[in-house]
């Protein structure tokens, strides 16, 4: 079956530091993927959408990159600041009809 | 910026009775989502709704649900008669364009948190 997997479910880190999370997938082809941010009690806001023919994106202090090789997108956040702390999701269209399907998410936690 | 607004913020009601979970979309979007979450689960997928029909559902959602666009502006889902399990955060979403050919990002509401009792 289909499966998104988002290898840590929690990360700590320094503020200052590059945080970096990761979203594997099997039994997918995606034509591209998506990364949100949850804050609690929130709904998810659309954050990256990387497109399968694209290695890298980036947007202000966030780099995505994916791998369809490897079935692996890797999501970093450089000069981390305790405001980016929060739950990313990453997401994929799911088979011919499209709708998006999340992952757990990774809940990072930038210390001061 | 223009936003997906849903309410209630919570609604508490008893196991059995039937609820209708409200959304207002973005004005210029064209397709209409439900999901939910249950607490310390993923945001799952629940239906995709576009020219007035569903366009795709998941096996969750089975005969107790319908989603209805009764004007135009509002989104709806009725649960019709609750079960404990039914007890999740439900998020309405909207995008410009669909996600079966195009990448259109989905813009959230923040929920309504549906307890059943």
Same mark, same amino acid.
Do not use: K, V
């Given at each position: 079956s289909q499966k998104i997997e988002q290898n840590s479910e929690a990360l700590n880190i320094q503020e200052g530091k590059t945080a970096t999370l990761t979203c594997n997938y099997t039994n997918y082809s995606p034509a591209y993927l998506q990364w949100y941010r949850q804050d609690p009690g929130r709904g998810p806001v659309f954050l990256l959408l990387i497109r399968e023919n694209e290695k890298e994106k980036r947007k202000e202090r966030l780099k995505v990159t994916f791998d369809t090789t490897l079935k692996q997108s890797l999501f970093h956040i450089t000069a981390?600041?305790?405001?980016?702390s929060a739950t990313y999701l990453c997401a994929l269209k799911r088979g011919s009809q499209g709708n998006l399907i999340f992952g757990k998410g990774t809940k990072l936690s930038v210390k001061p | 910026e223009p936003e997906v607004t849903q309410t209630p913020s919570h609604q508490v009601t008893q196991m059995g009775q039937e609820v209708i979970l409200r959304c207002v979309p973005?004005?210029?979007?064209?397709y209409f989502y439900w999901y939910r979450q249950i607490l310390g689960q993923k945001v799952e997928f629940l239906v995709s709704f576009y020219n007035n029909e569903i366009s795709e559902k998941s096996?969750?959602? /089975? /005969?107790q649900f319908s989603v209805e666009r009764p004007d135009g502006s509002n989104f709806t889902l009725k649960i019709r008669s609750t079960k404990l399990e039914d007890s999740a955060m439900y998020f309405c979403a909207s995008s410009e364009i669909g996600q079966e050919i195009y990448n259109s990002p989905l813009h959230f509401g923040n929920g309504t948190r549906l307890t059943v009792t």
């Open positions: 981390s600041q305790p405001a980016d | 973005i004005s210029n979007h064209l096996e969750i959602f /089975d /005969d």
